[in-house]
């Protein structure tokens, strides 16, 4: 069975620019979340789709937005980048998004802004 | 104000000994802990989990630790070997709630060395 895949690895975009990152869950996955990690912060939570609802968000700005498509894939996009929006986006899928159904997280794409 | 705190950034111990990684959490909503292990340039991987209905999980050289009344939870790996080398991250939940919402530490980096 195929993983979380993340589209792409490596990012470099420029400040003001926008981005969008994929998102393929594990088949049968039904539930997305969106992860930011940075060195000094750890990992923080950006936003959880399930069936194409956006189901919990983040403590983030409005510049962070994301979707799920009907075949549970999902992106997420970031609008007028700013340096600090430097970091490691992982994506994460369950079966559902209860307790007892662990995270799988994608490898990340590494976004750098300059 | 961090609900899920990892104090060592960093901890270094000789293979074959016990490796102990510490977790405290302020959010008395949380009954359900997570701990995941992550190696440089890859995803977050699930290791073991605990319910606050329970103080102690084993998973083969994996056992997690819940002390409730204190808030603590610490993950036990014996004996350690060389290939446990990576950052391991706490997260707490509510069971109930939704696991896209995964409060994670900062975390740890274990370095086991031969």
């Known amino acids: 069975k195929a993983g979380v895949t993340q589209t792409p690895r490596y990012l470099i975009k420029t400040r003001g620019q926008q981005v969008t990152l994929s998102c393929s869950p594990i088949?049968?996955?039904?539930?997305v979340s969106w992860y930011q990690q940075t060195p000094g912060q750890g990992l923080q939570f950006l936003f959880e789709?399930?069936?194409?609802?956006?189901?919990n968000k983040g403590n983030f700005p409005g510049r962070f937005s994301g979707r799920q498509f009907s075949n549970s894939r999902s992106e997420m996009n970031v609008s007028t980048l700013e340096l600090g929006d430097s970091a490691l986006y992982l994506c994460?899928?369950?079966?559902?998004?209860?307790?007892?159904?662990?995270?799988?997280f994608g490898n990340g794409t590494r976004l750098t802004v300059t | 104000d961090q609900q899920v705190k990892q104090n060592s950034p960093s901890l270094s111990v000789q293979e074959g000994r016990i490796s102990i990684l510490n977790c405290d959490y302020t959010n008395s909503m949380f009954d359900y802990f997570l701990w995941y292990k992550k190696y440089p340039a890859e995803g977050p991987t699930f290791l073991i989990s605990?319910?606050?209905?329970?103080d102690k999980n084993e998973d083969g050289r994996f056992t997690v630790f819940l002390n409730k009344s204190a808030k603590h939870l610490s993950l036990h790996i014996v004996p350690s070997q060389p290939g446990d080398s990576a950052v391991y991250f706490c997260a707490g939940m509510n069971y109930g709630g939704s696991q896209g919402n995964l409060i994670f530490g900062k975390g740890t980096k274990l370095s086991v060395k031969p």
């Open positions: 994460a899928s369950s079966l559902d998004s209860a307790g007892g159904s662990p995270l799988h």
């Open positions: 789709y399930f069936s194409e609802t956006q189901r």
């Open positions: 605990i319910s606050s209905i329970k």
């Open positions: 088949s049968g996955h039904r539930s």
